[in-house]
């Protein structure tokens, strides 16, 4: 089965996608002003052993959370995709899936310090719930790593789906390890076994829509970065087909 490597869209249809990413981004933007304001004015102030004020970065901690768990799962399912239809759409999706997701892992890790420092006395533990989510960074930037190194383009799509896939493993792996071994890192939703984790904490009534507002935020602004990255692929390939083009005249 050869691969698409590229279908243009028509002129109308690359102006009606690009306005509609720039209304997603106002929205996303819209979203952000209202988040930070119900973060920091509505949430309420978190007990001492929670990190006090420090507990507000929870709710950009959870969020990236989600949506660099979210990404992976993305270019894991773009992977699938791409394999079983070998059109190169699937690829441009799992790459720039994963190229947010990057960014949003990144966030995690740096969010998490800061509120693990006031809380724990600590920047970092080696906790095994915290060095999956260094692993889950290191595998990104692997992934993308791996794409540079590889020149033919189905070849390179190929091999990130099969890692894409595999990489996924991860997802629910990191969301168990805090509910069925002892970790230092507290369990927000659902059961655990760590019924007294240090700096644990519950998910009070009045902070539920503080942090669904947040995830919603969040999952906005991810869908508008996917829909600007991919129009970037699009554009590229452009390029790539027009000098082609060229190069055969």
Request: aromatic content about 12%; cysteine-free; hydrophobic content about 55%.
């Amino acid at each position: 089965m050869e691969s698409t490597i590229f279908a243009p869209r028509t002129s109308d249809d690359a102006e009606r996608s690009a306005q509609t990413t720039r209304a997603v981004g106002a929205a996303a933007l819209a979203l952000l002003i209202v988040a930070l304001l119900m973060v920091f004015v509505v949430a309420p102030k978190a007990q001492d052993a929670s990190g006090g004020q420090a507990q507000r970065i929870f709710y950009f901690h959870v969020s990236a959370a989600w949506i660099a768990f979210s990404a992976w799962l993305v270019s894991a399912y773009g992977g699938v995709r791409y394999l079983r239809s070998r059109d190169m759409k699937w690829d441009h999706l799992a790459v720039a899936s994963a190229e947010i997701g990057v960014m949003f892992i990144v966030m995690v890790l740096l969010t998490g310090m800061l509120w693990g420092r006031p809380t724990w006395n600590a920047w970092w533990t080696w906790d095994f719930k915290l060095t999956l989510s260094l692993l889950q960074f290191l595998m990104y930037l692997a992934y993308l790593v791996l794409r540079s190194g590889v020149e033919n383009p189905e070849q390179r799509a190929r091999f990130s789906a099969v890692y894409g896939i595999i990489g996924s493993l991860t997802i629910p792996l990191n969301f168990l390890v805090s509910r069925v071994l002892q970790s230092i890192h507290p369990a927000v939703f659902g059961d655990s076994v760590n019924a007294r984790q240090q700096g644990g904490f519950g998910l009070a009534g009045e902070m539920v829509p503080v942090l669904l507002f947040s995830l919603l935020t969040f999952t906005v602004f991810y869908v508008y970065f996917l829909r600007a990255r991919i129009a970037l692929q699009e554009g590229a390939d452009q390029i790539s087909l027009r000098r082609a083009e060229l190069a055969a005249e």
